[in-house]
Nanobody
């Protein structure tokens, strides 16, 4: 079974840092694009960063320059390094594997990122003073 398990969330002060991990199994990790997503209260699910199988990366404008995504294909794990955190970074964070427009989280696959935040397992990050 496909397993996609994010971890590392918690409370952090404004301006602080936090590192998230997403461990996976059950699929050929190196063949998939891996992404981090988040959903804050009242806000649609959004892509935060992705690390593609061709080693290219992309970031949302809101986190560019503050967050960094990395992956370790030997450990089937993708990471999100978050720096200079702001209150607006408070959200549930999810990760998902993607290939050909199909997204995969634990036990599920679907099209469109909205379902990632509806059905995926998340890890909560709360940024406050």
């Amino acid at each position: 079974e496909v397993q996609v398990v994010p971890s590392g969330g918690g409370s952090v002060e404004i301006g602080g840092s936090r590192n998230l991990s997403c461990t996976t199994s059950g699929f050929p990790f190196e063949d998939y694009n891996m992404g981090w997503y988040r959903q804050a209260s009242g806000v649609p699910c959004e892509l935060v960063a992705n690390y593609n199988r061709d080693d290219t990366t992309a970031y949302s404008a809101s986190v560019k320059g503050r967050f960094s995504i990395s992956r370790d294909n030997a450990k089937n794990t993708v990471y999100l390094h978050m720096n200079s955190l702001k209150p607006e970074d408070t959200a549930m964070y999810y990760c998902a594997a993607e290939m050909g427009g199909i997204y995969r989280t634990t036990g599920r696959s679907y099209t469109g990122i909205r379902r990632i935040c509806e059905w995926g397992q998340g890890t909560q990050v709360t940024v406050s003073s």
